[in-house]
């Protein structure tokens, strides 16, 4: 390939492992953990990511192969070739899961990599903190499902962007590629504050589900909340919009990456 395969983009990490979050839980997925992000949550489990690394870490076979540290930034052809020796036999991966870091800091590498990756069979599911809807705009004909977050300020320590979040969740329920708003809660998130969220997103995007997400303690992060706190949390949402779950993270419990 040429072209779009030349485009070069810093990347984390490349690996085979099982999704831990939201309603593809438990789904085998390719992650591809793309560098930098112009977010600084409290709740962050990659601050690793926030510059980018000499070397990123790609893994060479599923599920134990080693890994091998290629230098910065990767080449799309070369993120395809990596994707396409992780995918064997072909099908044993769901889909690809582009992720950071923000990875729509990086719309033309994202556009490249979802167009090579479903020409390998794969579906294309990115994650996004939800603040960059000019660069979602620009990928959404060529991925298949987008995951945003949405981000409290009682939670992340940081003012949430709302208009840039209304602009998100209209193209993503305009195009039916929303899979899920994720919005991690603590244990001192106020129930007015998931109450807003959820009428938030119920006015801008009713068919896509609310995903409260209890925190896992790191850093200086939020604490887990109670199952009572989750109780209440999910009756305040419950108020305001018609499809909330809580799906906690699993990977950590699991001990996966
Ligand atoms: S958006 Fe993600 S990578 Fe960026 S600071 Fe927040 S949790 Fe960390």
């Not at 890994?67 to 769901?94: F, K, M, Q, T, W």
């Not at 069979?121 to 499902?145: K, N, S, Y």
């Not at 807003?196 to 801008?204: L, N, P």
Request: contains cysteine; aromatic residues 4%.
């Amino acid at each position: 390939m040429s072209g779009a395969g030349e485009i070069r983009v810093p990347v984390l990490e490349l690996f085979s492992s099982f999704q831990g979050e939201g309603p593809r839980v438990g789904e085998r997925q390719i992650f591809l953990r793309l560098a930098k992000c112009d977010l600084r949550c409290a709740f962050c489990d990659t601050p690793e990511s926030y510059p980018t690394p000499d070397t990123a870490r790609v893994q060479m076979a599923a599920p134990h192969g080693p890994d091998e540290r290629p230098a910065n930034p990767l080449s799309v052809d070369a993120i395809l070739a990596a994707c396409r020796r992780l995918d064997e036999p072909p099908g044993r991966h769901a889909s690809l899961s582009i992720t950071g870091g923000e990875p729509l800091l990086h719309p033309q590498a994202v556009h490249a990599i979802a167009v090579g990756a479903r020409a390998l069979g794969l579906r294309v599911h990115v994650e996004t903190g939800g603040h960059r809807p000019g660069a979602l705009q620009h990928v959404l004909e060529v991925v298949d499902e987008v995951s945003p977050d949405f981000k409290l300020e009682s939670v992340t320590g940081q003012k949430t962007p709302w208009d840039a979040h209304a602009d998100t969740y209209a193209l993503l329920e305009a195009s039916g590629k929303g899979l899920a708003i994720k919005c991690v809660v603590g244990a001192d998130t106020p129930a007015t504050d998931v109450e807003a969220v959820a009428r938030f997103c119920a006015q801008h995007a009713p068919s896509i589900p609310l995903v409260l997400q209890p925190a896992t303690p790191f850093g200086e992060g939020p604490a887990r909340p109670t199952l009572g706190q989750l109780y209440a949390l999910h009756d305040a949402a419950g108020r305001a919009h018609p499809d909330v779950r809580v799906i906690p993270q699993v990977h950590t419990f699991l001990g996966l990456r």
